[in-house]
């Protein structure tokens, strides 16, 4: 009955490859969000969806491309993978975009070697 | 631009000590404020929120429009209290603060 879940937990992956991950909630919640939490432990928001429409994207690399199939999912896809892109990320979901009040998912730690 | 700050990147007080984790931002409208807690390798969980005023875990936060500040206190800190510490400021534009590391001394 996990609210918000991420997969993978851990992805260690060679510079240049292309991986994705997924989340989803079950809260039924509009808003969908993807953070990336740097090795200093600052917290950026990156994306957000509503209703599988981008509503917030943030100066991130062409390299990240997020997906939301329907509005219990958004994936994030990264191209060519950098040593930059080495970080935790964090999936979220709000009720609704004026609701922001957030809930997160355990993270997906990003190592690029 | 809007932003969210927590001046103390670290904080470390004895346990039974008061605490008090600083948040201060700047929004011109009226901001929706929110502190989030991460304890060791686990996610983000909400922890306060303005409107609510209610207490978590013996976590108090007042909404000082006058000095834009949400600053969070509790009067004796435990040690399980030692977590990473978000301000979160959710209105028009998602910031969170630098976070602040608490450490709580036996």
């Known amino acids: 009955d996990t609210a918000v879940s991420q997969t993978p937990k851990y992805l260690v992956t060679q510079m240049g490859n292309d991986k994705s991950i997924k989340c989803e909630q079950n809260l039924g919640h509009d808003t969908m969000y993807w953070y990336k939490q740097d090795s200093k432990k600052f917290l950026k928001i990156m994306f957000s969806?509503?209703?599988?429409?981008?509503?917030i994207n943030e100066t991130v690399p062409n390299r990240f491309s997020p997906k939301s199939p329907d509005k219990a999912h958004l994936n994030l896809h990264i191209n060519s993978l950098e040593l930059g892109d080495s970080a935790v990320y964090f999936c979220a979901s709000s009720l609704s975009m004026i609701t922001p009040e957030q809930y997160f998912g355990p993270g997906t730690r990003l190592t690029v070697t | 631009a809007q932003r969210v700050t927590q001046p103390e990147k670290l904080l470390s007080v004895f346990k039974g000590a008061p605490v008090e984790l600083k948040c201060n931002y700047s929004?011109?409208?009226?901001?929706?404020l929110f502190w989030y807690v991460q304890y060791s390798r686990q996610r983000l969980q909400l922890l306060l929120r303005?409107?609510s005023r209610e207490s978590i875990k013996g976590f108090t936060a007042d909404l000082n429009k006058g000095e834009t500040s949400f600053h969070l206190k509790k009067p004796f800190a435990q040690e399980e209290d030692s977590a990473m510490y978000y301000c979160f400021q959710g209105a028009q534009k998602l910031v969170f603060g630098q976070g602040t590391r608490l450490t709580i001394n036996p």
């Open positions: 929004y011109s409208g009226s901001p929706e």
């Open positions: 303005h409107i």
């Open positions: 969806y509503n209703n599988k429409e981008l509503i």
